[in-house]
């Protein structure tokens, strides 16, 4: 069976912590809207001529998504059973973030992940139904290691 992304999230953020710190579940949705906030911006970007944004980025749809994907699963904890498996049903980048600032408000009012982890799983879940796959994720954890972590542990060698 392969490995699921919520793993790789997990030994990644193990493994380099004293690097790039992990957050807890209110900070880790904090993050993930931010992410989907990033998303709709590069969708927007691809999907209208009409507006002039306030300053150019490179972003792309996908790469937004999967940093999303990165935050939820790290909201969930290690120890979450979700799954990489698509939802079937139809949905949106605004549902997602609908999904994320609701929990991110009830984790900011004290609920647990109990309370919230069903609702994070579908965040989760329909990021990959939007085409995000497991390797995206692997790709962006790349990312991250050589943007954050691979100087750091170099200059300690």
């Not at 949106?92 to 999904?99: K, L, Y």
């Not at 329909?126 to 100087?151: A, N, W, Y």
Request: aromatic letters at 8%; proline letters at 4%; a negative charge.
């Amino acid at each position: 069976m392969p490995e699921k992304s919520i793993d790789k999230v997990w030994e990644f953020r193990k493994k380099y912590e004293k690097y790039w710190a992990t957050p807890d579940l209110l900070w880790s949705l904090r993050f993930a809207f931010t992410e989907i906030a990033e998303a709709m911006d590069a969708w927007i970007r691809v999907n209208s001529n009409e507006f002039s944004r306030n300053r150019e980025k490179d972003m792309q749809v996908i790469d937004e998504l999967a940093d999303t994907a990165i935050m939820l699963l790290t909201a969930l904890g290690p120890k979450s059973w979700v799954v990489d498996r698509p939802v079937i049903h139809k949905t949106s980048i605004e549902t997602i973030a609908e999904r994320i600032g609701h929990c991110m408000k009830k984790a900011n009012d004290g609920a647990e992940l109990p309370h919230l982890e069903a609702t994070i799983i579908m965040a989760y879940t329909e990021i990959l139904s939007l085409g995000v796959t497991p390797e995206d994720i692997q790709r962006r954890l790349d990312r991250i290691f050589e943007k954050h972590v691979s100087s750091k542990v170099s200059n300690e060698l």
